[in-house]
């Protein structure tokens, strides 16, 4: 039988990692202002939940610059050995927006001071939550073709920051329309209990599961039971 290979080309690999790093350029670009607007924005409002936002932002630039520092080398096996310090990078990331959101959405629930209705918060909200989706399945894509974890990291790290401007943009919303300045905190902590996840997920390294090592398949063989067509086992959410 003829051997097809998964892996990509040597060119191929090149191409999907300068992909990755205009991505991770464009996304440290996007949040460093969208942290400047936020925070500004949210101590103007004495809105917690605009400068949690902030510094969400901030906390995206340290996972897209630790994906940046990794593509940054010109070998393949360079940014192979840099992946799991990498990785270890965005599960700190993870973890420390779960602690600071559901720190902000318990003292916003407790009742820590009215805040105030923010046009800019919410026009900063819309634009996120529709940029965001773009450059996370990009990167996503690019990072699973490459058998990159910590590229898919990233990107869930982005996709955190979609599911975070849905709520902030709600929550905005609620309170200068209905004054329901509940319903952000709540959905916050639904938001913190994802990032944990995401965080134990990316400490393990299970964001990726078709390595460049996972590379062979025989012509109109099956993959084992354990692994689908493209190398990944149940479940994996490279994949998905």
């Known amino acids: 039988m003829t051997a097809i290979s998964l892996e990509p080309t040597p060119d191929r690999r090149e191409i999907l990692a300068k992909r990755i790093r205009l991505l991770v350029a464009a996304t440290i670009t996007y949040n460093v202002v969208e942290a400047i607007v936020a925070i500004t924005a949210g101590t103007l409002a004495s809105s917690t939940a605009l400068i949690g936002f902030g510094l969400d932002s901030i906390i995206e630039v340290s996972s897209a610059a630790a994906v940046a520092w990794q593509f940054s080398a010109a070998e393949h096996a360079v940014r192979e050995a840099r992946e799991k310090t990498t990785l270890r990078i965005i599960a700190v990331s993870f973890f420390a927006l779960a602690a600071y959101v559901t720190f902000d959405a318990i003292r ?3 009742g820590s001071g009215e805040a105030e209705r923010s046009i800019p918060g919410i026009v900063l909200a819309a634009l996120s939550l529709a940029i965001m989706p773009f450059l996370s399945a990009a990167q996503r894509r690019a990072g699973r073709e490459i058998g990159s974890a910590s590229a898919v990291a990233d990107s869930k790290q982005t996709l955190l920051c979609t599911y975070l401007s849905a709520v902030l943009l709600v929550g905005l919303v609620l309170n200068a329309t209905l004054g329901w300045s509940w319903a952000d905190p ?37 993959p084992d039971k354990g692994e689908d067509a493209c190398g990944c086992a149940p479940g994996c959410s490279c994949c998905n």
């Open 108 to 110: 916003a629930l407790t």
């Open 186 to 222: 709540i959905a916050a902590l639904v938001i913190a209990a994802i990032a944990v996840k995401e965080g134990r997920e990316a400490w393990r390294g299970d964001g990726c599961c078709a390595p460049s090592g996972l590379s062979t398949l025989k012509a109109g063989a099956e």
